[in-house]
């Protein structure tokens, strides 16, 4: 396995990461043809899960929206495949924050924050692009790969510009920092385990919520700042913080978890086809004979 990684790595993701960005979106118009056209790569649960959310929405829009997304997918991919040897000058040609003042007014307060956002546009230039701009010192919680030597690439991949991974089995000992921090989280994964997570209503569907931010907010007063990757055009891309929750411990159970996830879904709602709908999200059902919700709020 070990062989494979290598080989895999260095014989085709950094050949591949070292070429130009028009030789790129050549590939990705060939990835296209053969992803969506060709082995039809997780077509059910794509045309499922844009079905279901748009249910207001005729067929060929639900097709329309699903030929989008197969081609941001794959502009995705060997985007995300160029952040391993990209520059951080192209960086920061390519990803602009456009309004770092939002967050550094906290920072000037003594105030270290969460960031929260979902799988929407280029979440990987995203990660190499943000410290820079920013007085915080971001650090991302994720879930460490199986893979411990993927697991380091991806690590070093996405920190060469200043972010700090941390794991989520180490979320706990990242809030007892010293340093004013910004943690960043991923709110629209479909949590592991439905018995510790907060159930509402996302995308016209019942839907299991990761309810990190929101308890680390109120565990430690961080206020709650939830931010939008905008695509420009093919390979650029700008972020925008849009709204903040100031004292987290003013609101009441679930409404941090809430507002986050009214927020990504506008941003969805107004251009569906840069979120990720090839993740199986709604994979769980709400238990019918327990109160899930209510055993957060005790």
């Known amino acids: 396995m070990g062989i494979l990684n290598i080989l895999l790595y260095y014989g085709l993701l950094i050949p591949v990461s070292l070429l130009p960005f028009p030789v790129l979106y050549l590939l990705s118009d060939g990835l296209y043809v053969i992803v969506y056209k060709g082995i039809g790569y997780r077509r059910k649960v794509v045309f499922k899960n844009i079905s279901n959310s748009f249910p207001e929405k005729s067929h060929e829009e639900h097709l329309k929206i699903e030929r989008a997304f197969y081609r941001h997918l794959c502009d995705l991919v060997v985007e995300s495949i160029k952040v391993f040897s990209i520059s951080q000058q192209e960086v920061e040609q390519r990803f602009k924050v456009l309004n770092p003042e939002f967050i550094d007014r906290f920072y000037d307060k003594g105030q270290s924050v969460i960031i929260a956002g979902g799988h929407y546009n280029n979440w990987e230039l995203f990660a190499v692009a943000i410290d820079g701009p ?31 991974m941390i794991s989520t089995k180490e979320a706990k000992a990242v809030f007892q920092k010293e340093d004013l921090q910004a943690i960043i989280f991923g709110v629209d994964q479909s949590p592991s385990r439905i018995n510790n997570c907060y159930w509402g209503t996302f995308l016209n569907q019942d839907t299991p919520m990761i309810f990190g931010a929101e308890k680390y907010a109120k ?21 925008e913080f849009t709204e903040s929750i100031e004292e987290p411990n003013q609101t009441g159970y679930g409404e941090i978890t809430q507002r986050i996830h009214s927020l990504l879904e506008q941003d969805i709602i107004a251009n569906p086809e840069f979120w990720l709908w090839s993740h199986k999200r709604w994979k769980h059902t709400r238990p019918q004979l327990s109160s899930i919700n209510d055993s957060f709020s005790n």
């Open 134 to 164: 920013m007085k915080h010192k971001a650090r991302a919680l994720y879930k460490a790969f199986k893979n411990k030597w993927l697991d380091e690439k991806m690590q070093v991949s996405r920190g060469k510009y200043g972010l700090e």
């Open 219 to 239: 565990e430690y007063n961080y206020p709650v700042l939830y931010g939008r990757i905008n695509k420009i055009k093919r390979g650029h891309y700008s972020w």
